[in-house]
């Protein structure tokens, strides 16, 4: 366990006071958060069936219109690999942060996972839609099919059809050159413009408009930190970085800041 003084210790004294005077904080989060809950990033290798398949490639609509069933089963796969997975200490402490008194967070997240959910934080923006959000690829109804529970190799799913048109269910997530949902981006990048701080956790910050968020706070004045154990297209434009995992650096801190006055 770890206690307040080793966790004050921890945490670079810059980012902390950051951390202190901030009452309206957004979060920013890719796939190294979900990271040490087991869930492979996207840059990371492919692991099994599907370690010799690009996910750039697989999340794409010239994918599906190739071949429903294999990219079904990938979503299959990887929907069966978050099921199985636990919300790790990076998401707990996000939500326990949230939770402060005087503190308004905002979690905005390029995840497709429900880890945040489920570590009982409320997100403000999927800005690259949901895994578990399911629609017809046909007439855009939503579905409410599920995906089958996947746990060897399977390299070809037929996905299920739309009770309404008899198109195919597709997942709810924003593949590679399609655009992203409005309101979750336009809500994302308010909230970034308008808060005290922006924290920049586990993306790589490659993939746009998405990688935007941290620059349009940036430009407005919002003291933006990275929490990344790896250099990034971010790192160059944060004002702080922390070259630590999230699940111990957001712990750290969120501990640290139990110990500190709310802001007011
Ligand atoms: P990436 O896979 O591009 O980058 C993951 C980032 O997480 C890298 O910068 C790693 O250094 C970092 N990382 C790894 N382990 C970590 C840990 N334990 N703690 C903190 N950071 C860690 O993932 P994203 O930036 O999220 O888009 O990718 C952005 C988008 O590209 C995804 O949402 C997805 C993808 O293709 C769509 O599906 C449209």
Redesign the pocket.
């Known amino acids: 366990m770890t206690s307040l003084t080793d966790a004050t210790d921890q945490v670079p004294e810059a980012i902390l006071d950051l951390a202190r005077g901030a009452a309206r904080v957004c979060v920013l989060t ?4 979900s ?2 809950s087991g869930i492979p ?4 290798v492919q692991v099994g069936l599907w370690e010799r398949f690009d ?2 490639e697989l ?1 794409s609509p010239q994918a599906w219109e190739r071949d429903h069933a294999q990219v079904w089963a990938w979503y299959a796969w990887r929907a069966s690999l978050v099921r199985r997975a636990a919300p790790n200490a990076g998401h707990e402490a996000l939500a326990a942060w949230q939770r402060r008194p005087g503190v308004d967070l905002a979690v905005v997240t ?3 996972d429900d880890l945040h959910e489920r570590a009982g934080a409320e997100v403000l923006a999927h800005v ?1 839609g949901s895994l578990f959000t399911l629609r017809c690829a046909r007439c855009d109804r939503p579905s409410d099919a599920a995906y089958p529970e996947v746990t060897g190799p399977v390299g070809h799913l037929d996905p299920p059809v739309c009770g309404v048109c008899g198109g195919p269910v597709r997942p709810g ?4 050159g399609e655009a992203l949902p409005e309101a979750d981006f336009l809500a994302g990048a308010d909230a970034a413009r308008e808060a005290d701080l922006v924290l920049v ?7 746009h408009p ?1 990688a935007t968020i941290p620059h349009l706070a940036g430009a407005r004045g919002v003291p933006v930190v990275e ?4 250099e ?1 297209a971010v790192s160059e434009a944060a004002d702080e970085v922390w070259r630590a ?3 111990e650096a957001l712990p750290a801190l969120v501990a640290a800041l139990a110990g500190a006055t709310p802001p007011p």
């Open positions: 890719g796939a190294g958060m990271a040490e990033t996207f840059r990371d996910p750039a999340a390029q995840n497709v690259h997530v924003v593949w590679f956790v586990g993306t790589s910050g490659l993939v998405a929490v990344n154990p790896r990034t995992p999230a699940a």
